[in-house]
């Protein structure tokens, strides 16, 4: 099978590693820039957000299948003009991706389908916000309607800061910001792949959102996550596959906008039951590093039969029993102004390590050219290619063992491997509160 991935982040590096590992005779395309999904595929320069170019390009090789991994491409319209040319493509298109892309259709929808969520305001004006915030009371929670990657978010105690985010979000073009009642309990990432009708759920995981150990800081797009989640209460799948994912993709098929792809269900497991925090429409990052990473059964055909209307027919998916915990290494100043072009060197000693990869989020090769003076003092005298962080996140240093405990003790053996100046990472990852295991 000829499959072309679009995206080339984290969490793209992991299916392209998962679907090579899997299907070891894979001809798979990847969208250039990245050494680490470099090295797995044929690497094409494209514009991912580019509708007609990425169909013209699928066509061009004869692709059976396109898969889009981040949700830029998605609410731009790719899947749709993929699936126009005749081409299978994992990924929903426009409009059902505004399920992530509007946080305020994604209520509409949760509303009409009676799937439990937060209560909410969408509000226009500012009189709108005042009256839900004081409905709400603290802690409050603020979010922009509109896609914000993974920014658009404050949860806060403080009423002035939930303010100033609300009419900031209120300031763009016809913003428009949603306040919703704050969900207490623990969180949970389920991701269910959908026909279009049939939906068949991965391993659930758990994602550190917050920037430093504890919970505390800012909100991020994840900061390490690992899976399985041992104090999960059992049957939680099948009650979130029956109570959210089903009654949302029915509803989907009654709006007339069936969804294709990668529902991705935020869960908060609150004293009042299960609640959805959030859908996003694609792949969670750095979830998919760990959910993956315990894949047995084959990924690609996996992705065509969701792409081609056949999920109903496909074999029951096998897991490994083991465990997988992934730790992020962000840049200096992430999730604020980033310093990049710094070298990371390490990753090699760190694979040395039963279990370990590295997976590269942000990351490039970069040449370096000999000193002009020859002096071979500072930069050598022949030219060099090292490699640079370029993005937030950096890299997802991903470990297997039996145990959790024993993956995130892997994991951070590898972590203290790598050095790049301003890495930072939480130290938690892979723990949770005791009061979890009761
Ligand atoms: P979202 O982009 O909607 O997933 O929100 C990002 C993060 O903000 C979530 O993963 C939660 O940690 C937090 N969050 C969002 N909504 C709520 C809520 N209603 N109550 C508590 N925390 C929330
Ligand atoms: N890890 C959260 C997300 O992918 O949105």
Known sequence: MKVLLVGNGGREHALARAMVRTSPN????????????????????????????????AQEHSIDLVVVGPEAPLVAG??????????????????????????????????????????????????????????????????????????????????????????????????????????????VSLFCLSDGTTVVPLVPAQDYKRLLDGGQGPNTGGMGAYSPLPWLPSGLVDEVVREVALPTITRMVERGTPFIGLLYCGLALTSAGTRVVE???????????????????????????????????????????????????????????????ETITGIETAETI???????????????????????NCCGTESETVLVNTGGRVLDVTARATTVEEARKRAYRAVNAIRFDGAHYRTDIGTWPDSLNS
């Open 279 to 341: 859908f996003n429409v694609r792949f969670g990052d750095p979830e998919t590093q760990v959910v993956l990473e315990r894949l047995e059964s084959p990924l690609a055909p996996l992705l065509y039969a969701a792409a081609t209307g056949t999920l109903i027919d496909h074999p029951k998916l096998e897991w490994s029993k083991e465990a997988a915990v992934t730790v992020v290494m962000a840049s200096a100043g992430y999730p604020g102004t980033l310093r990049t072009g």
């Open 354 to 376: 039963d279990g370990v990869h590295v997976i590269h989020a942000g990351t490039r090769l970069r040449t370096d050219e000999p000193d002009p003076q020859g002096s071979g």
């Open 26 to 57: 894979l001809d798979l395309y990847v969208q250039a820039g990245n050494p680490g999904i470099d090295a797995l595929g044929q690497p094409i320069t494209f514009d991912p957000c580019d509708p007609k170019h990425v169909s013209a390009l």
């Open 78 to 187: 790719v899947a749709d003009a993929v699936r126009a040319a005749g081409i299978a493509c994992f990924g929903p298109s426009k409009a059902a991706a505004a399920l992530e892309a509007s946080k305020s259709f994604a209520k509409t929808v949760m509303n009409e389908a009676a799937v439990a969520t937060a209560r909410a305001y969408t509000c226009a004006s500012e009189t709108e916000v005042e009256a839900a915030l004081d409905n709400f009371g603290a802690p409050y929670v603020v979010k922009d309607d509109a896609l914000a990657a993974g920014k658009g978010v404050v949860v806060t105690d403080d009423r002035h800061t939930a303010y100033a985010h609300a009419s900031s979000c209120l300031a763009r073009p016809d913003g428009r910001v949603v306040i919703e009642e704050y969900l207490d309990g623990p969180e």
